[in-house]
């Protein structure tokens, strides 16, 4: 269970990532003129196939392979959005590397932007 720490931890997380998503998206839309709609869905499709027969061997674990999708499209979406566009968005320009080094980020520590990302890695 977690502590009132740690969810407020989860929860800062949530609105840094939602404020980062939010800004990209607009950004992409003043750019190019159209919304994220259809490529949202195209990607949405492509992550359904490469996770759909996916299991990791736990009925429990396996139940959040959808939150897993969710969160993988938005990061890596929008993380393709700032390469396409040039927009050079810090917070997402970090995703990628910690995604390239093999971690995972799952939350913020502290006030965005003073904080700092919390990434979950094997290593």
């Known amino acids: ?6 969810i407020s931890k989860c929860q800062e997380w949530d609105i840094v990532r939602s404020n980062q998503i939010i ?3 607009t950004k992409y839309e003043s750019l190019n003129n159209k919304g994220t709609f259809e490529l949202d869905n195209e990607i949405f499709k492509y992550l359904s196939c490469k ?6 061997g736990d009925k429990r ?3 959040k392979i959808p939150t897993l999708m969710d969160s993988l499209l938005d990061d890596f979406q ?7 566009c040039s927009i050079n ?3 997402f320009n970090n995703l990628l590397q910690v995604y390239l080094a093999g971690g995972w980020p799952c939350g913020w520590e502290g006030r965005y932007l003073k904080g700092k ?3 979950f ?3």
Do not use: G, P, T
């Open 1 to 6: 269970m977690l502590d009132d720490k740690e």
């Open 23 to 25: 800004e990209m998206k």
């Open 51 to 56: 996770l759909a027969d996916k299991s990791i």
């Open 61 to 63: 674990l396996d139940e």
């Open 78 to 84: 929008f993380i393709i959005f700032n390469d396409y």
């Open 89 to 91: 968005n810090q917070f």
């Open 117 to 119: 990302l919390v990434i």
């Open 121 to 123: 890695s094997n290593e």
